[in-house]
């Protein structure tokens, strides 16, 4: 499995592109950014990597911004989108209208009409690379513990790598 790679190329888009708020304001329903923000602190407290938001609303007419969210496991993944639909319902009253891609946990798409919440394995993460679909949409603030999870894909990536050279993988 070669992820060193792509996990850097998630980790470039993540760092390099800073979106000037003044020139593209976000542009989403108050109500969009709060389940986005309750989204991305679901998914940091369950440990996801390199959460980010994006505000879609003047590109798409179907939804207003995007959450995406990995995880290195298939397990993880379906943990996270668990977390995040089970507190959007909790402390929000929302409700997915549509959840795809359960069966295998690879990708798994939560669609609230208002946001889309992407919480992908880190390998599928890498090949779509959705950050750069979207990476001249405003990027919407999100809480402390969501942004502290960027560059985790790539520190997991490292540790995982550093274990299999000493031969503590089997």
Known sequence: ?????????VRETLETYV????ASPVTAT???????????????D??????IAYDVSDVLSITDAFLVASAP?????????????ERLLKELGAKPVRREGDRDSRWVLLDY?????????SEERIFYALERLWK?????????????TRGKADEHARSLAAADEDGDLS
């Open 46 to 51: 369950k440990l996801a990597h390199d959460i």
């Open 73 to 85: 496991n298939d397990r993880q993944v379906k943990a996270i989108v668990d977390e995040v639909e």
């Open 30 to 44: 108050d109500r969009s950014i709060e389940l986005i923000k309750a989204a991305a602190q679901a998914a940091a």
């Open 1 to 9: 499995m070669q992820t060193g790679r792509g996990l850097s190329v």
């Open 113 to 121: 009409i208002d946001i889309v919440v992407h919480v992908q394995h």
């Open 19 to 22: 979106p000037d708020r003044k």
């Open 136 to 148: 001249d949409c405003p990027e919407i603030e999100l809480p402390k513990d969501a942004v502290e």
